[in-house]
């Protein structure tokens, strides 16, 4: 009987084995069925597969013509501020804290290095921008006489500018840790504003002069882009969709640059001032 009951439980034991080792291997299709792949469906896929996402996302040498431009522009801004009289080496550091005054200050905020010494494709970015700017001035009035450079100008540089607010903004969410909610809220937002703008502010001798007479288009766009962005990418409303970054981006680089040109062009609707006399 002891026998009986050993052979009985040794098989037990032996077919139990060999049940599980065969349902780990096949427990998705028995009897020899090749399983089904579930093919994702991307009802969005439109959005990255044109060369206007490829050129927003600025891939392979886009990247470094939007540098070109966001430097130019910057060079027109300064040049106009700068009195004719400045010191070249005034001129050179002013553009330079203008063109990375964002990619400077976030990095230290985040305990990184800063854009410029970072990535070596803008100081020579900014090299060729000023000494075009310096040597060849005729330029920058071409710049702003023409309608159809301006907006070239602007659509390059509002594409890089939407390019560094969202790596900061995406670098901040990686790197500050979450404290009253699931993610960090208000840092990465903060980071993606002044990543956008922030060359404004700098040097930082300027204080709040900058903002003392309201928000400048590029600082508005800045903060609401970088809001969006951030929340598109933490909260619900961007689940279960395919490549959500990528397509956040190309959204963000579409709206910068069509404020961009109506702010340019003076496409905005004007401010009526009525003027009240004292009647006699």
């Not at 470094?64 to 700068?82: E, I, Q, R, T, W």
């Not at 985040?110 to 803008?122: E, G, R, T």
């Not at 689940?239 to 640059?257: L, N, P, R, T």
């Not at 404020?259 to 401010?271: P, Q, R, T, Y």
């Amino acid at each position: 009987l002891t026998a009986a009951v050993s052979c009985i439980l040794c098989t037990a034991c032996i077919f139990w084995h060999l049940t599980r080792k065969n349902s780990h291997h096949h427990n998705k299709m028995p009897f020899g069925k090749k399983p089904e792949i579930m093919e994702i469906v991307d009802p969005t896929e439109w959005m990255l597969n044109n060369t206007l996402a490829d050129f927003l996302l600025m891939k392979e040498a886009v990247l470094y013509m939007c540098l070109f431009g966001y430097a130019f522009l910057h060079g027109c801004k300064v040049f106009k501020a700068l009195p004719a009289d400045a010191s070249v080496s005034y001129k050179l550091i002013s553009m330079l804290f203008a063109c990375t005054g964002g990619g400077i200050l976030v990095p230290i905020f985040l305990n990184s290095i800063p854009v410029p010494l970072a990535n070596d494709a803008y100081p020579i970015a900014i090299l060729i921008s000023f000494a075009l700017h310096h040597y060849f001035p005729v330029l920058r009035e071409v710049a702003y006489m023409s309608k159809i450079v301006k907006v070239v100008l602007i659509i390059l540089y509002e594409t890089n500018r939407a390019a560094v607010v969202v790596k900061l903004t995406y670098a901040a969410g990686n790197a500050i840790a979450p404290s009253l909610f699931s993610f960090a809220l208000f840092g990465p937002i903060m980071c993606g504003t002044v990543g956008g703008c922030g060359g404004a502010f700098m040097p930082m001798s300027k204080g709040l002069e900058p903002i003392k007479g309201g928000l400048l288009p590029p600082m508005m766009t800045a903060f609401v882009g970088a809001a969006m962005f951030h929340l598109y990418l933490n909260t619900g409303m961007g689940e279960g969709c395919v490549d959500a970054k990528s397509k956040a981006h190309v959204c963000m680089a579409v709206f910068f640059i069509f404020v961009g040109v109506v702010d340019a062009l003076g496409l905005s609707a004007k401010k009526t001032v009525v003027v009240k006399t004292k009647k006699e």
